[in-house]
């Protein structure tokens, strides 16, 4: 549920400074999931965006709070619900080595070129690899996971030995950092 709650507000913030640069209003529908959920979430949103909008002017282009909207009655939501899974399954192709979406990439990278507002993004947490922006997440390049030429030592070891490796590296790295 935390993690849930940080993405709807990190996605609430990206919203309005795309509106704000825009000089645009905008109204947010979410697919409701079911009435427990939406009680649950409603207050958590409103709080959020009202206590943003007394030091970020670009909340205010929220002209209501988000509603939930059913998308079996909503053909827009129900784009919107295509485009999430398609998102969902680039965003496992960049994280999963090796992901069974794999073929997303190859499939829609061409369709989806252009289509994300530059707010859009795949922010990888303490990694020292940049942010993914736009459409790039359904680019057949993937920063975490580079398409390696030749052997790579990794493949040919069990996990379990990769593991005892990893970890001796770790103690030599931490004896280091004592002296």
């Known amino acids: 549920m935390a993690r849930e709650t940080a993405a709807m507000q990190e996605t609430l913030n990206r919203l309005c400074t795309y509106a704000e640069r825009r000089q645009r209003n905008l109204l947010v529908m979410i697919d409701q999931v079911n009435e427990k959920t939406r009680t649950e979430r409603l207050p958590k949103m409103y709080g959020h965006i009202f206590r943003r909008s007394a030091d970020r002017p670009e909340m205010k282009r929220i002209v209501e709070p988000p509603m ?7 053909a827009n939501i129900q784009f919107a619900d295509w485009v999430a899974a398609a998102t969902t399954c680039a965003i496992d192709n960049q ?4 992901s069974q979406y794999h073929w997303v990439a190859g499939a829609w990278s061409h369709t989806m070129a252009g289509i ?14 940049d942010d993914i922006h736009n459409s790039a997440l359904f680019f057949k390049e993937r920063p975490l996971h580079p398409i390696a030429s030749g052997h790579r030592v990794g493949d040919g070891l069990p996990a ?10 770790v103690r030599a790295e931490e004896g280091q950092r004592r002296k």
């Open 116 to 129: 994300f507002t530059h707010e859009s993004k795949l922010h990888l947490w303490h990694r020292g690899v």
């Open 160 to 169: 379990d030995a990769f593991r005892k490796i990893h970890a001796a590296a």
């Open 95 to 98: 994280l999963i080595r090796d």
């Open 68 to 74: 939930h909207v059913d998308s079996v009655l909503s």
